[in-house]
């Protein structure tokens, strides 16, 4: 099933906020996102139809296996671009910016490349 490219960002978002703070909630997303509290709880209800997340009876959020499964896919994505890209001579902030945008588009066969040339090439 193909997955809308703002439901990757959400998912990974829980995923970055659960790594960091441990518990998510629907405020905190919106907090991390600069979204309207609305469109979160909008997005959050979507996902919780489609089986991406979990939320239990005090606003815990969390990911379901699927979700997961999407989330450490686009959150990998993410930061092996964002290490490129610096490597490459691009400042932190645009390289994380231009791989927000690219983690969705790339192919699997294109990242899996990128990702045997950047293992091949880091400094032991």
Known sequence: MKV???AENYLETILILGIR???VRSIDIANELNFSKPSVSVAMKNL????????DHDGLITLTDAGREIAEKIYERHTLLTELLTI????PETASEDACRIEHVISSESFDAIKRHVAEHRPK
Request: aromatic share 6%; hydrophobic share 30%; charged share 10%.
């Open 21 to 23: 703070n441990g518990n």
């Open 4 to 6: 809308q490219e703002s």
């Open 88 to 91: 490459l001579g691009v400042s």
């Open 48 to 55: 919780r139809l489609n089986g991406y997340i979990h939320m």
